[in-house]
T-cell receptor
Framework: IAGITQAPTSQILAAGRRMTLRCTQDMRHNAMYWYRQDLGLGLRLIHYSNTAGTTGKGEVPDGYSVSRANTDDFPLTLASAVPSQTSVYFC?????????????FGPGTRLTVT | DAKTTQPNSMESNEEEPVHLPCNHSTISGTDYIHWYRQLPSQGPEYVIHGLTSNVNNRMASLAIAEDRKSSTLILHRATLRDAAVYYCILRPYSGGSNYKLTFGKGTLLTVNP
């Protein structure tokens, strides 16, 4: 069982370029999430999706967009990358969006915007 | 959201039990207590969660105080692979649509061989 896969593993991106981070889960989980992790700031929620076809904004959504066309995939797009988006990005999923359900995380994508 | 307080760091020896404390004095009656850990250069990993009763799983045990103002994550026999940052997180039960995990600074556990 793969769980959650993310691609690419790492990327160096020029400022102003568009980039899509991919996330796929094979657990048929309804809820999916995107977090970013920065030193000293912990993990912060960017966007989430409670079920296929719906998305919502988290704590730090500006500059990012997501889509949830099906259950398995939850891509995160940076329309025009800026250096402040340099971070490690984690995708996560849970069976349901409720607070009694644990979240499973992918291995992360390390993004550097120059 | 209710806050949690954890020691910045703890140290243990391999094959000994580890008790990781967490204080959450402002917990509300419907908050779930979750524990996650993050190994170096990896994504966070779910460990265990509970509401009122003590919980056991293959990874650890969670002991919740009777007044729920504190909890303890117990690793029964620490291994080198358990060296990680451990996060104690309160998750409110709500009808809202945002079920994020709020990670604090956690406890850095060092396991000595």
């Amino acid at each position: 069982i793969a769980g959650i896969t993310q691609a690419p593993t790492s990327q160096i991106l020029a400022a102003g370029r568009r980039m899509t981070l991919r996330c796929t889960q094979d657990m048929r989980h309804n809820a999916m999430y995107w977090y970013r992790q920065d030193l000293g700031l912990g993990l912060r929620l960017i966007h989430y999706s409670n079920t296929a076809g719906t998305t919502g904004k988290g704590e730090v959504p500006d500059g990012y967009s997501v889509s949830r066309a099906n259950t398995d995939d939850f891509p995160l797009t940076l329309a025009s990358a800026v250096p402040s988006q340099t971070s490690v990005y984690f995708c996560a999923s849970s069976a349901e969006p409720g607070s009694s359900y644990e979240q499973y995380f992918g291995p992360g994508t390390r993004l550097t915007v120059t | 959201d209710a806050k949690t307080t954890q020691p910045n760091s703890m140290e243990s020896n391999e094959e000994e039990p580890v008790h990781l404390p967490c204080n959450h004095s402002t917990i509300s009656g419907t908050d779930y207590i979750h524990w996650y850990r993050q190994l170096p250069s990896q994504g966070p990993e779910y460990v265990i969660h509970g509401l009122t009763s003590n919980v056991n799983n293959r990874m650890a045990s969670l002991a919740i105080a009777e007044d729920r103002k504190s909890s303890t994550l117990i690793l029964h026999r620490a291994t080198l692979r358990d060296a990680a940052v451990y996060y104690c997180i309160l998750r409110p039960y709500s009808g809202g649509s945002n079920y994020k995990l709020t990670f604090g600074k956690g406890t850095l556990l060092t396991v000595n061989p």
